[in-house]
């Protein structure tokens, strides 16, 4: 029974010194494990910080004002002399930038004068006289800086007269084709205009020479020319202007001979006339010329 008692109490000795170990084992395992397992701690990417855009302004662009390219030609902007070796010296009007560019064309007007008229000296040594005809509008006036057409004017008289007479149509075909040999003339694009006897010039390049014409502009002066084939000026811009009162001119013919260019197979709508009833009488063709819707007809005809 002694025996008994003693292993008993041997017997749960052991096992209570067998749990006291195996929970202090525990415990130091835990420990071990605290020591060792480490939670861990997710690590956060920087941002990822865009700077802003650069904003660059252009610097602000400074248009220069527009270059006047000077002309080459003294006489640009000018009425000069073109004494010629044939008849008919002129008076000859160059736009204001001519020469400045050599492959530049203009478009050519001949101005003629009526009887009487004049745009040379006596001498024909320098340009002056009457300076009658289209040409007095260029001829040292505000136009002349801006009208981009050569504009001729022949001088009826020889030197050292002044006698008057009427134009000659062949020796005008044959100064038409000098000019545009010499100067930068647009050969589509010349138009002829006259005054009274030069009127009469006018209406014979139109029956003569309209194969070098881009226009024609007759004024005080009558239609007998054109009465007998009125459709030769049907297929031709022609412009036609006089006074009412003017017995040169004879507006009674002009308005009857326009219904008849109208009626032509080859009519192109390009006839027009102006009949004004002023007091200038033989006269109103400075009036004329200076309207500026003339200036640009002049120079908006072409071949």
Known sequence: MAYSSFFAVLFLGLIFNYGCVSKDDSMKEETVNESVVVDEVPVSTPPVITPPPVVTTPPPVITP??????SANPQAGKVSLWKRSTSYDCAVFLPADYGSNPNKQYPLILSMHGLNGSVLNTAHTDVGGSKTGFIKQVWGTTLASKYPAIVIAPNWSPVGSSASGLWNHSQLRQLILEALKKYQVD???VVVTGLSAGSI???ELIKYSKDLLAGAMPGAYN???MTS???QMADLPVWVFGNSSDSYFQASGWTGIEPKVQACSNYTHEFTL????SS???GCWDTHWAKPEVQQWLINQTR
Do not use: D
């Not at 004002?65 to 000077?70: A, D």
């Not at 102006?274 to 009833?277: A, F, L, M, P």
């Open 65 to 70: 004002p527009p270059v006047v390219t000077p």
């Open 187 to 189: 050969p589509l694009r």
């Open 201 to 203: 010039a006018t209406q």
């Open 223 to 225: 239609s007998t020319l």
């Open 229 to 231: 084939n009125p459709c």
């Open 274 to 277: 102006n009949v004004y009833q």
């Open 280 to 282: 200038c009488g033989h």
